[in-house]
């Protein structure tokens, strides 16, 4: 059974930062596409970052140069560094792998 557990989330000010992370079990992880999405308040589920099974990463516009996502084979988890955290980057943060999803865990940014 395919689980994903996403952690990391939090309240931050405009300018910070936070770390995420995903946390697969019940699939061979290391062969794995793993995409992180968002969702806001009142708007659709979007895709954010995606690092492929060899590493190779895509970002959306919105984030690209702020976001880093990075993975971990060993842990079977999946991180996405968040730095110049804006307000508009408040959402719930999931991950997703082979059509599961985790619960999500929330961002806040606000002073």
């Known amino acids: 059974q395919v689980q994903l557990v996403e952690s990391g989330g939090g309240l931050v000010q405009p300018g910070g930062s936070l770390r995420l992370s995903c946390r697969a079990s019940g699939i061979i992880f290391s062969r794995s596409t793993v995409d992180w999405y968002r969702q806001a308040p009142g708007k659709q589920r979007e895709p954010v970052a995606a690092?492929?099974?060899?590493?190779?990463?895509n970002y959306a516009d919105s984030v690209k140069g702020r976001f880093t996502i990075s993975r971990d084979n060993a842990r079977s988890t999946v991180y996405l560094q968040m730095n110049n955290l804006k307000p508009e980057d408040t959402a719930v943060y999931y991950c997703?792998?082979?059509?599961?999803w985790g619960q999500g865990t929330q961002v806040t940014v606000s002073s």
């Open positions: 997703t792998t082979l059509a599961r």
């Open positions: 690092i492929t099974s060899g590493g190779n990463t």
